[in-house]
């Protein structure tokens, strides 16, 4: 199991990215797919998840910024992130939901600068 998040880099306030998760996982469509972030010297946090069915939960801090979605043909998964703060800088993971710790990948860094 594989799960490559990429697509980070720096930005300055109020700008877009666009994170990606190429997920080798058996039965990907019927997985239900979540990003997830760690800024610096604090805990990893729950930032969106997407259902099987395409159903979409945020965190409060990212509500109406970002934006998940899906590509079950391609086994991936995006997260677009726009108005970017200098709070959401952090390393970015992709996993399912729940976590599973193994699925655990190297993350993508994206950093806001003020």
């Known amino acids: 199991v594989q799960l490559q998040a990429s697509g980070g880099g720096l930005v300055g306030t109020g700008g877009s990215l666009r994170l990606s998760c190429a997920a080798s996982?058996?039965?990907?469509?019927?997985?239900?797919m979540g990003w997830y972030r760690q800024p610096p010297g604090a805990q990893r946090e729950f930032v969106a998840r997407?259902?099987?069915?395409?159903?979409?939960d945020y965190a409060g801090s990212v509500k109406g910024r970002f934006t998940i979605s899906r590509d079950n043909s391609e086994n991936t998964v995006y997260l677009q992130m726009n108005n970017l703060k200098p709070e959401d800088t952090a390393v970015y993971y992709c996993?399912?939901?729940?976590?599973?710790?193994?699925?655990w990948g190297q993350g993508t860094l994206v950093t806001v600068s003020s």
């Open positions: 997407i259902t099987a069915a395409g159903g979409r």
């Open positions: 996982i058996s039965r990907f469509r019927f997985q239900h």
């Open positions: 996993n399912v939901v729940p976590s599973r710790g193994e699925y």
